[in-house]
């Protein structure tokens, strides 16, 4: 398969592991395509700033939108996310692999990053992403029972990842 997932529970893990997934890659020399994100905190406020940063190498462009300690629901800027998908979309012709943050609300109606995760697919290039609970049965309709759930685990994430790359390159 060339389509797997990460599912990590609590608030923030499955970015801070795919934000080491992906140095460890590139490290490796593989050319990434995608996005990671970093939770900036905020002192005196409840709720974090949610950054990602374009892969290879940026912009990091702020996605969540400043609403208020006592703002309910989604604080995701769409139109910069849209400007994320523009970049990864640049980027992706000649990558090894993409890697997508987040499949979230905007993945499971369509939008956002699916079109490039189709996309990849369809060009042959792996791809690695994180889906929260939430989104779990979303991503799976997408998926069509063509993804695997990788292991909490680095090793087993960057072997996967390293043995579709060597596929590809087969």
């Known amino acids: ?9 609590g608030r923030g893990a499955n970015d801070q592991f795919l934000c080491q997934i992906a140095m460890q890659l590139q490290a490796r020399g593989l050319r990434l395509a995608g996005t990671v994100q970093s939770n900036v905190e905020r002192p005196g406020r409840k709720k974090c700033d949610m950054d990602i940063m374009v892969l290879p190498d940026g912009p990091v462009l702020r996605i969540s939108e400043d609403r208020g300690d006592l703002a309910r629901g989604c604080r995701l800027d769409a139109g910069v996310l849209e400007q994320a998908v523009v970049g990864v979309a640049h980027a992706l012709p000649g990558a090894d692999l993409l890697i997508v943050n987040k499949f979230g609300k905007q993945e499971a109606e369509g939008r956002g990053m699916a079109p490039l995760i189709a996309e990849a697919l369809d060009q042959g290039i792996p791809v690695l992403l994180g889906v929260n609970g939430l989104n779990l049965p979303a991503f799976q309709d997408f998926a069509g029972g063509l993804a695997a759930a990788l292991p909490a685990e680095p090793s087993g994430v960057l072997d996967w990842c390293l043995g579709r790359v060597r596929c590809m390159a087969a």
């Open 1 to 9: 398969m060339q389509l797997g997932y990460v599912s990590l529970p």
